[in-house]
């Protein structure tokens, strides 16, 4: 069955960086798009960036445009976000998600998540 | 950018109807999905292009999408339906992943 786990998340200092990684398994990874979405405690869910298949596209909300950078690597069946200049408020569960590849950017397999603290 | 508004909380009793609406401008142009959040577990995808159900997803989950308004409708509702629900678009006009606040849906 399709699977995505998250790791990297944990406790870091304001303006540290941070290397969130989706691992998938049980479909052909490389066929599809990854996204990234985050939760704030208690709040919502926020789309964060995406990267398409073969990596040649990518994206990232605006409000976070300069600081991410996303990749893959096919080879491993692996994404990675970086994360710079950590702010109180990138506190959050982050989310890798499968995306369905209709061409209207649905969710449709989502990891269980991985849990950034940013504090002093 | 383009925004989407959900009712912060919506109520039912079991075996009733659950209606959860998502409002956005001229909505009924775009595909609508919706995932339903239990607490402390990861979004599970229940409707997706305005009215397709997932493998997996009870026919009691169905949606459509018209003008300015999304609905996602369950019927004979459960307490196991207990959940946050969200909306999401892709705008591609302004090329924007959005998501809607979230409702609540409480099972009385």
């Known amino acids: 069955q399709v699977q995505l786990v998250e790791s990297g998340g944990g406790v870091v200092q304001p303006g540290r960086s941070l290397r969130l990684s989706c691992a998938g398994s049980?479909?052909?990874?490389?066929?599809?798009?990854i996204h990234w979405v985050r939760q704030p405690p208690g709040k919502g869910l926020e789309w964060v960036a995406f990267?398409?298949?073969?990596?040649?596209?990518?994206d990232f909300a605006e409000s976070l445009r300069g600081r991410l950078t996303v990749s893959r690597d096919n080879s491993k069946n692996m994404v990675y976000l970086q994360m710079n200049s950590l702010r109180s408020e990138d506190t959050a569960v982050y989310y890798c998600?499968?995306?369905?590849?209709?061409?209207?950017?649905?969710?449709?397999?989502w990891g269980r998540g991985t849990l950034v603290t940013v504090s002093s | 950018s383009y925004v989407l508004t959900q009712p912060p909380s919506v109520s039912v009793a079991p075996g009733q109807t659950a209606t959860i609406t998502c409002g956005g401008n001229?909505?009924?142009?775009?595909?609508v999905h919706w995932y339903r959040q239990r607490p402390g577990q990861a979004p599970v995808l229940v409707v997706d292009?305005?009215?397709e159900r997932p493998s997996g997803i009870p026919e009691r989950f169905s949606g459509s999408n018209s003008g300015s308004t999304a609905t996602l409708t369950i019927t004979r509702v459960e307490a196991g339906d207990e959940a946050d629900y969200f909306c999401?678009?892709?705008?591609?006009?302004?090329?924007?992943?959005?998501f809607g606040g979230g409702s609540k849906l409480t099972v009385l």
């Open positions: 990267i398409s298949y073969d990596g040649g596209l990518e």
């Open positions: 292009h305005d009215s």
């Open positions: 998600a499968r995306d369905g590849d209709t061409g209207y950017y649905v969710f449709d397999h």
């Open positions: 999401q678009v892709w705008d591609s006009s302004s090329r924007h992943i959005v």
């Open positions: 001229n909505i009924g142009s775009r595909r």
């Open positions: 049980g479909f052909n990874f490389s066929d599809h798009t």
